[in-house]
């Protein structure tokens, strides 16, 4: 029985592709990618610390890894680094679109245009560019699995943060379109979406006790996530059923429920 779990949850053999997975969320998917044995790609704007971590996940778990520079804002950018991925391993089998930034924590009516267009650009355009290229590749290899990480604040209301929850609400939806089109050529499609959890991009919000404590009490389980508590769902979704695709998993601890 353990010979077939472990199998059922191998990578060895697959080439995955994370974006942003040098840090935080996208650190911990990297890991367990890593783990399952897949060649690791780990791309962002910030190629030297990519070039880190592939090193440090090369040599952990003995696969081939590698970290490349990639601006997802940039279509050059993107088209050019799943071309190089294509060429080194000779097929792209899971994308992870992790990248994203954060909100710039105003009232709607006080953003500006580029406030907005600088979020959407990078959480929904990002995730639309790389998606594109990738399933281009997926379409001529007949299968392949996308892996979009959204948010709860694609599904609830966070005061401060219209701009944010409005990307992350087209990327669920830019997911289940995705699903249906890229159905016929063995392609899947799905979503994460997290809750709130300790990473370094939540250091500072997170240091202040009134914020934790505010999250605690309207979460059902009353605690903030650890970013490790993804690590299953996505080895799930990089490893899951051809049966499976246009799904979302909400790892919240029950917040998007209240």
Partial sequence: MSDSIENTFSLAGKTVLITGGYRGIGLAITEILAAAKANIVIASRNGEACQKVAREMSEQYQI????????????????ETINAVVQRFDKLDVLVNNSGVDSNQKLFVKMTDEDVNKIMDTNFGGTFRTSRAAAREMMKQKNGK?????????????????????????????????????????????????????????????????????????????????????????????????????????????????
């Fill in 64 to 79: 081939e890894a590698v970290g490349m520079k990639m601006d997802i804002c940039s279509t050059e950018q993107v088209d």
């Fill in 146 to 258: 996308i892996i979009n990480v959204a948010s709860i604040a694609g599904k609830i209301v966070v005061a401060g943060m219209a701009e944010y929850c409005a990307s992350k609400a087209a990327v669920r939806h830019l997911t289940r379109c995705m699903a249906v089109e890229l159905a016929p050529y063995g392609i899947q499609v799905n979503t994460i979406c997290p809750g709130f959890f300790y990473t370094d991009m939540t250091t500072e919000a997170f240091s202040n006790p009134d914020i934790v404590n505010s999250l605690t009490k309207k979460t059902p389980i009353k605690r903030i996530g650890n970013a490790d508590e993804l690590k299953t769902t996505a080895l799930y979704l990089a490893t899951c059923p051809p049966f499976v695709t246009g799904t979302e998993i909400f790892v919240d601890g029950g917040y998007s429920l209240i």
